[in-house]
């Protein structure tokens, strides 16, 4: 049955203000799960006014950072008992399978207890200004931030840029994903049960080339924080730098897996396996391209190919299930399109490469995990973020071949490395490109370790102390401590004054 999502201003929840909306389906089932207002432009100026009025009284920035903390710890207790309803809300709307949702959202109590503990600790600094002066620096927060998030994991980046902005003292104006709303709109009614005052943390929610966009040119802005594609990234970040607003942006990636001749390799196996196909392949650090050296390549590939002609395909609900739907028929036309593309240019599919038949899947946007052959730079995929339960598996020849093959994308955000040798492991994550490596492992995450990368990848970071300070700016207060008359123009001779 489905219901009704309303936007959350000022601590009420209201429809559009021209009664707008739009549907969510189930990628599973393609039937309606929630209608959801459509906010206009002037419904998100009216959620940046509300969130700018509850930072200029101070509501909320103006509480001491222990009490945050205390706040935000309820919220995380709270989040907690609330963590299988919320991951069924999520493999509902966005078609991943129940065992994963229930696994990633058990950490996101974390975030909130990670940045509150900050929020504590977090101290000023006293430089050095020369004698006869104390210059005291403290970080303040930046004001109303926006955060636009994406669908394929809507709490989890919610929640990494929100615990971060509110621990600091910002008040917020969330745009979520259009296919992705329902829970991070459960999100902030938690937080204002647990104690975050109304109108700290408002969503607005809508389709991105109206909502998102407006959110994005608002000038009452003070930082915009945006995860998804590049291009999406490139704009917002422009719309932004005319109001010289403060971005940062995780966007795309083409993360390589690199296995080397000593790895164990059914460890590596099975480590590329969940690199390619968790999330069904719709992840920013997918393994979507895996580099093998030669002289195991062909092993590696024929266990690869057989766990994951395995890896078994339904409903997301089903206990059993481990690969679930695309999140709509465009991700799934996209996948299929790059398939057939990589195969008119000469790949070789070696495993799936077909929507699967059968009356499971005949509702849903089911598609085969996917492993793909003979890719050179001369193909599209070898480039191409698909965003999709599609790899490649090459081989390389040594250290540098697998260095220049990896490095050789325009994104940079993440990698893992399968060796046993720790030298290979230290010298290649040196050699790497981009943002996160992984050694023997994949697709880890802390709140407490940084989450960025390089090149097209995005700019900033999150998680760890560079996202909180990103919230925040610095503020000096130079305090003349010397006791001596300063009168500038009441004589000609050389005075100091800088």
């Known amino acids: 049955m489905s219901r009704t999502l309303l936007l959350h201003i000022d601590g009420k929840d209201v429809a559009a203000s021209d009664g707008a909306s739009f549907t969510v389906a189930s990628p599973t089932t393609g039937e309606t799960l929630y209608d959801v207002a459509h ?23 103006g509480i001491a950072p222990r009490e945050r903390a205390r706040v935000l710890n309820r919220a995380a207790a709270l989040l907690a008992d609330r963590i299988d309803a919320y991951a ?71 929640m990494k840029k929100l615990s971060a902005a509110l621990a600091a003292g910002n008040s917020l104006v ?54 998804g594609g590049t291009e999406t990234g490139r704009t917002v970040a422009a719309n932004a730098g005319r109001s010289l607003i403060p971005v940062t942006a995780e966007l795309g990636g083409k993360a ?54 395995a890896l078994r395909l339904g409903d997301p609900l089903a206990a059993d299930t481990q690969i679930g739907p695309l999140v709509s028929e465009a991700q799934r036309a996209k996948v299929a399109d790059a398939v057939a593309k990589a ?8 495993a799936g490469g077909r929507v699967p038949e059968g009356e499971a899947y005949s509702r849903g946007w089911f598609y085969e995990p996917t492993v793909v052959g003979d890719v050179t730079p ?16 090459v081989p390389f020849d ?27 492991a230290l010298r290649v994550s040196e050699g790497l490109d981009v943002g996160i490596t992984w050694i023997n492992d994949h697709h880890r995450i802390d709140p407490a370790s940084p989450w960025g990368g390089s090149k097209d990848s995005g700019i900033g970071s999150e998680n760890g102390l560079d996202a909180y300070h990103a919230y925040t700016r610095p503020k000096s207060v130079v305090i003349n401590s010397s006791g001596q008359p300063f009168d500038w123009f009441a004589t000609t001779e050389d005075l100091r004054y800088s």
């Open 174 to 227: 969330i745009k979520p994903s259009e296919l992705g709303p329902a829970v991070p709109l459960a999100l902030v009614g938690l937080l204002e049960e647990a104690g975050v005052p109304p109108g700290v943390v408002n969503t607005v929610t809508g389709l991105g080339a109206t909502t998102g966009r407006a959110l994005s040119e608002h000038r009452g802005l003070a930082k915009l924080d945006i995860t």
């Open 343 to 350: 195969q008119d240019q000469g790949a070789r599919v070696l």
């Open 88 to 158: 069924r809300l999520e493999t509902l709307q966005i078609g991943r399978p129940l065992r994963e949702m229930r696994a990633q959202l058990a950490r996101l109590p974390e975030w909130l207890e990670y940045f509150g503990a900050v929020a504590q600790t977090a101290e000023g600094t006293v430089p050095d200004f020369g004698a006869g002066h104390l210059n005291v620096v403290r970080r303040v927060p930046l004001g109303v931030a926006g955060l636009i998030t994406p669908w394929n994991h809507p709490l989890l980046i919610t």
């Open 39 to 61: 906010a206009t432009p002037a419904d998100v100026d009216t959620a940046v006014t509300a969130a700018r009025t509850a930072f200029d009284d101070r509501r909320w920035r």
């Open 378 to 393: 001369a193909q599209d995929l070898w480039y191409e973020e698909v965003f999709g339960p599609l790899t490649l598996v």
């Open 256 to 309: 390589p897996v690199l296995v080397f001749a000593d790895a164990d390799l059914d460890q590596a196996v099975a480590g590329a396996l969940f690199a390619s196909f968790i999330a069904t392949g719709q992840t920013c650090v997918q393994g979507a391209r895996i580099l093998v050296q030669r002289s195991v390549h062909d092993e590696f590939t024929r266990r690869l190919v057989a766990r994951t002609r």
């Open 398 to 424: 040594d250290e540098a071949d697998a260095l220049r093959r990896a490095n050789d994308a325009e994104f940079g955000l993440a990698s893992s490395v399968w060796t046993c040798d720790i030298g290979t």
